[in-house]
T-cell receptor, first 117, second 111 residues
Framework: DAGVIQSPRHEVTEMGQEVTLRCKPISGHDYLFWYRQTMMRGLELLIYFNNNVPIDDSGMPEDRFSAKMPNASFSTLKIQPSEPRDSAVYFCASSFGSGGGNTDTQYFGPGTRLTVL | SQQGEEDPQALSIQEGENATMNCSYK?????LQWYRQNSGRGLVHLILIRSNEREKHSGRLRVTLDTSKKSSSLLITASRAADTASYFC???????????FGSGTRLQVQP
């Protein structure tokens, strides 16, 4: 299996521009998570989906952030308009929720390093 | 927000020595997991321990969990230079699915 695939790996943009991050989860996994890593706040959950449906978006910073999962093999995280404080590494992870949450292992993609100038 | 803290924040040891990292958390949990992150890379899952387990082994890794103290430890025995990385504990809270991460421990193994 190719693992979780994220694109792009690096993104540099200017403040005010729209940014779209993409994720392909591991085939057969029914949970997909978006996390963000910064020096100040560490690793934190943004949103997660179960069977393509958003379950918990309480970590999404504000209305500038939106996430979609149109099918089981693709998800996007969009920031519009982007701001310098959005600079971070964004990780996508997926898991197979067979254990009722007790034994789920999450598999992480390599991340997208976003820099907003 | 982060679930808890890890200590030490940084640890430097010689190859062959053991490394112990500690993690504390705040809420009731389903399980606790440890991840490794090499510089500039993604997170790699190391081991998962359920809330009803007290100790678990995987190769050179030993994890303990004390739910009464809301704490866990990760022991890496006979460390190698390739173990140099940041190590994060992460909890899955009761009734939830997402991971809540600790602040991480940066481990440096000197060859």
């Amino acid at each position: 299996d190719a693992g979780v695939i994220q694109s792009p790996r690096h993104e540099v943009t200017e403040m005010g521009q729209e940014v779209t991050l993409r994720c392909k989860p591991i085939s057969g996994h029914d949970y997909l998570f978006w996390y963000r890593q910064t020096m100040m706040r560490g690793l934190e959950l943004l949103i997660y989906f179960n069977n393509n449906v958003p379950i918990d978006d309480s970590g999404m910073p504000e209305d500038r952030f939106s996430a979609k999962m149109p099918n089981a093999s693709f998800s996007t995280l969009k920031i519009q308009p982007s701001e310098p404080r959005d600079s971070a590494v964004y990780f996508c992870a997926s898991s197979f929720g067979s254990g009722g949450g007790n034994t789920d292992t999450q598999y992480f993609g390599p991340g997208t390093r976003l820099t907003v100038l | 927000s982060q679930q808890g803290e890890e200590d030490p924040q940084a640890l430097s040891i010689q190859e062959g020595e053991n490394a112990t990292m500690n993690c504390s958390y705040k809420t009731s949990i389903n399980n606790l997991q440890w991840y490794r992150q090499n510089s500039g890379r993604g997170l790699v899952h190391l081991i998962l321990i359920r809330s009803n387990e007290r100790e678990k082994h995987s190769g050179r890794l030993r994890v303990t969990l004390d739910t009464s103290k809301k704490s866990s430890s990760l022991l890496i025995t006979a460390s190698r230079a390739a173990d140099t990385a940041s190590y994060f504990c992460a909890t899955v809270r009761t009734g939830r699915r997402a991971l809540t991460f600790g602040s991480g421990t940066r481990l440096q193994v000197q060859p």
